[in-house]
């Protein structure tokens, strides 16, 4: 009789982890688009308050001398700027889908609200273009005050949805890279925040000029 020797692999002693053998986290990105974005959005909020400010300080001036504050002939229809504001509000849904799916790693649904928001963005401007046509109020000729204040504060304002829109655009084609997606969603988070900001304001502008008038 026979007898088979089986070979048995010894087990390495399981050496106590230390915390030192730990290999430390790797370093959290910084956040400088984040904070640039926040900077940028607290100056756009201090021009349109001051540019407010002063709008609000010459109509109240006039009006309290017995005058009409827009002059014979000019008006400010209230449907194209409610529209408008119904169009940003759907917008703040799908820029903050965008910032979730982008968080979820939902490529197909990021790149969906992008392209809704950005959309939607365009359609707020081209609103904007058709009110400004049914001011009738002139800056060739003899511009009036209040033509110079208005078309400057809802012209800044369009510059500031441009920019976002721009933004946006940008985050977009670095999604498309493979960047900003998961748990590095600066990016988006930054073109939301700016977006959130841009429709505030718009707020602010849709009743204190387009509803007080």
Known sequence: MMATATATTPTPERLPLRLEDVPPAPPRRPRV?????????????????GLLS???????EVIGQGEQWLPDGASIP?????????????????AQWAVHAGKQQDRGHAYFALGLT?????????QL??????????????????????????????????????????MLLRSLGGQFTGRDVEGLSAAALYWYVTVGIFVVLWYGILIVK
């Open 78 to 94: 209230l449907s194209p700027g409610n529209m408008t504001m119904v169009t940003l509000v759907m917008s703040l849904i799908t």
């Open 129 to 170: 273009g058709f009110l400004f046509t049914q001011w009738e109020l002139p800056l060739n000729g003899e511009p009036t005050m209040q033509a110079v204040l208005l078309f400057t504060i809802m012209g800044l304002h369009v510059a500031m949805a441009a920019a976002a829109l721009i933004f946006f655009t940008l």
């Open 118 to 126: 950005v959309l939607l963005g365009i359609a707020h401007v081209v």
């Open 54 to 60: 002063a709008y609000f300080a010459l109509r109240a």
């Open 33 to 49: 688009l984040l904070v640039g974005t926040a900077l940028a959005s607290a100056a756009s909020i201090a021009l349109f308050g």
